[in-house]
């Protein structure tokens, strides 16, 4: 199946700085979400854009609907421990999404 | 509980064997979508229902996978002479009528010796 473009692979940040993560696709999409997944756990649901151009945001997580409706990014300011895990993103298009291939995220304190 | 619950969480089986994992997705979601995700990897889809009936199952990898929802609420996939290959999490997923937003369960880790 269709797996979407998602940069970086990984991301080895301090305790405190600001993350940015992006995903692109040859098909439009009219809805982005963005998951965290922990280890052994399911991916959790974080944001959810539905209009092009449309920044949303979640406490320190904003992301952002591409106006093409063909990208999506996810920044995370002032990072903290607990920001570890792997962000997917996923796009839908009628009743299928499609999932990025994740970004796994450090946080070094 | 409030969120989708997927037994068993893990399960190791032996090549040959026959395999059931089951999903109870939110109550009042319709659909119901079951993905595959491998070490590294994000899901794969591998079937959607709305309501009782499979409205795609485009992403089943052959016909030793099955799935069925018969009342519209709980689902079970079913594997058929498992394979070293079918070793993956199998996650769940639902979501309501109207919206665009999947909600996963915790999945249900497969191993196959």
């Known amino acids: 199946g269709q797996q979407l473009n998602q940069s970086p692979q990984s991301m080895f940040i301090q305790e405190g700085e600001d993350v940015s993560m992006n995903c692109t696709s040859s098909s439009i999409f009219n809805t982005w979400l963005w998951y965290k997944q922990d280890p052994g756990e399911g991916p959790v649901l974080l944001i959810a854009l539905y209009k092009a151009g449309e920044l949303t945001s979640n406490g320190r997580l904003t992301a952002q609907f591409g106006i093409t409706r063909k990208d999506s990014f996810l920044n995370i300011s002032a990072s903290i421990p607990s920001d570890v895990g792997i962000y997917f993103c996923?796009?839908?298009?009628?009743?299928?999404?499609?999932f990025g291939t994740g970004t796994s995220l450090t946080v070094i304190p | 509980g409030a969120g989708v619950s997927q037994t068993p969480s893990n399960k190791v089986t032996e090549k040959g064997k026959y395999v059931e994992l089951r999903c109870d997705p939110i109550?009042?979601?319709?659909?119901l979508y079951w993905y595959r995700q491998s070490l590294g990897q994000g899901p794969e889809f591998l079937i959607y229902f709305q309501g009782t009936g499979a409205a795609d199952d485009s992403g089943l990898p052959n016909d030793r996978f099955f799935a069925v929802r018969p009342e519209g609420s709980v689902s079970t996939l079913k594997i058929q002479r498992t394979e070293r290959g079918d070793s993956a999490v199998y996650l769940c997923?639902?979501?309501?009528?109207?919206?665009?937003?999947?909600?996963f369960g915790e999945g249900s880790r497969l191993t196959v010796l």
């Open positions: 996923a796009g839908r298009t009628g009743n299928q999404f499609y």
């Open positions: 997923a639902s979501r309501p009528a109207n919206t665009g937003e999947l909600f």
């Open positions: 109550s009042g979601h319709t659909a």
